[in-house]
């Protein structure tokens, strides 16, 4: 028999079956390498093919990929569903963004997206919430709900960090939520932080009705994470923050297992996700890390600001709309909109973004003239400008906070 060679992987007359996981990627072939034999390499490597014709007989499974499309610089790779280990997200990603990414066969390749069949998607849990979290944490569905992040984002004593908590609360926004580098250090130790804060929360839930609560960032090594966890929960807070691409995936799925039991919700913060997704011919598209993400099952997710804030996006709406699609009986995702936000920027994220959301502003918050306090107020009047139908720049009016921080920023 002919074996497995790097040309059996085409076959443009190949239909998917419905158990197939189907993969788009955009490819620029070597040169003098063809966009067919670089396509078939691509699901040749990817699934159980090797750079050497094999010569075996067969005994043995066929778990190879076909690549059944090619458009121009697109292509579409069918993998079989038996190819990948129930549950098992890093597996899948040592397939279908494993040792392609490094392919001499092409000088670039990016998996733009996945169609995830429910022979897979069955393995993983999901969401335990998703956007529920808005209406079984906070009790409101009519409107975004609102995050701060205290800045400077390291540095601040656990008293000051808390305090900080206490007058965004008091102003209006729903969660404390620390930044991305901020965990265990000794400035700010995380079992202090987090008894402190949540002692803040108590008050600021008295003396404004609302319910409040806090994204402590658990993000470290697994066992110690699963220790923050456990001390989140036992000492009441509804919440954790995971940073899911520095600390992986198979710490992504052990945290979930563990808020299960808990019923805790999982905020993602997707530091160093431009690493794999901002160049836009090479790498893994933030849609197939959303995709990832709520497999694995996350509740909240960092999805950008619709090109509004001070970071570079994908298409926001996009991958927004994917993760509150259908994906047989998954619960969606709750997008959280956040970097260089501010209040005069609400009703364009709110207009193309829709109010199904968290909305995160640490400086548009804490940079405000009058404060924290005030810029929290600020934000919130915002949202609910936006809510109440009225021009953001007539609700200032009546509203002095706002008026304050849209004569400092504007709104643009
Ligand atoms: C935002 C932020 C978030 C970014 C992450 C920061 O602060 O806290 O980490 O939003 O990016 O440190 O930059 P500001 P993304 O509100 O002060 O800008 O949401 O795109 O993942
Ligand atoms: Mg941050």
Redesign the pocket.
Known sequence: MSGISYEDFLDLSYTPTETDLVCTFRIDPAEEMSMEAAASRVASESSNGTWAPLHIDDTFTDMGATTFAIDGDTIQVAYPSGLFEPGNMPQVLSCIAGNIMGMKAVDTIRLEDCEWPEAIVEGYPGPQFGSGVRREIFGVDDRPILAT?P?P?VGLSTERHAEVGYEAWIGGVDLL?D??NLTDQSFNPYSDRLTESLAMRDEAEDETGEKKSYLVNVTAETNEMLERVDEAASLGNEYVMVDVVTCGWAAVQTVRERCEELGLAIHA???M?AAFDRLPDHGVSMRVIAQVARLCGVDQL?T??VGL???A?EDTVGINEWLRSELYGLNDVLP??????HPGLVPQLMDAAGDNLCI?????IHGHPDGTRAGAAALRQAVDSVTEDVPIEVYAQGHSELATALEKWGTE
């Open positions: 992040v800045k984002k939520k930044d991305e913060h997707r530091a996700h960092h950008g600001t804030g001070k970071l996006n959280t909109a956040s970097g260089g936000l995160q502003a640490g400086g548009g």
